[in-house]
Every structure is written in structure tokens, then in C-alpha cells.
């Protein structure tokens, strides 16, 4: 169940940071993929900065989606995506 969570929310973080950023995606199993990425680098940073807490849903959403966003950026530095 907790793996189901994960995917949930990148899937989520996914989508919204496909969304956010400019340019086109990676395509709906690389979006998901990124955005698990991110959901994991997110939380790990919001740990490492002290902001780890039961905030509910939206909190890890919005984790999520940080983490989302700074891994798509990093990708795409590393692919030399244009957006």
C-alpha cells in the first residue's frame, strides 16, 4: 500500500511539474517515473532542512512537486532538453 502511495503522489508531482515547467514532457511513464524521483529528493530535502512533519496530502504533494521540479530541471540540464 505504501508502494501505491508513492506512485500516487509522482504520478501527481509528475503531471504538475509537466505542467509548471516549460516545455513538453518525457511522456506519461517518464513523467511518473521523474516525479517519483522527485517525491523521494523531496522528501529527503524537506528531512535534511527540518521540514519533515505529518502535514497530510497536500504537504507531501507539494514536497512532491519541489522535488519533481528540481529533478525534471537537473534532467534537463544533463539531456540538454530545451524548454
Not at 5 to 25: E, F, P, S, Y
Not at 33 to 45: N, Q, R, Y
Not at 52 to 60: K, Q
Request: charged share 10%; aromatic share 12%; proline share 0%.
Amino acid at each position: 500500500m505504501h508502494l501505491l502511495w508513492w506512485i500516487l503522489v509522482g504520478l501527481i508531482a509528475g503531471w504538475a511539474t509537466g505542467k509548471i515547467m516549460q516545455g513538453g514532457g518525457y511522456g506519461f511513464f517518464a513523467d511518473v517515473a521523474l516525479g517519483i524521483v522527485g517525491a523521494l529528493v523531496g522528501g529527503f530535502l524537506a528531512r535534511m532542512l527540518g521540514l519533515a512533519g505529518s502535514g497530510g496530502m497536500i504537504y507531501t504533494i507539494l514536497i512532491a512537486l519541489g522535488g519533481s521540479v528540481l529533478v525534471v530541471f537537473l534532467f534537463r540540464l544533463v539531456t540538454k532538453k530545451k524548454g
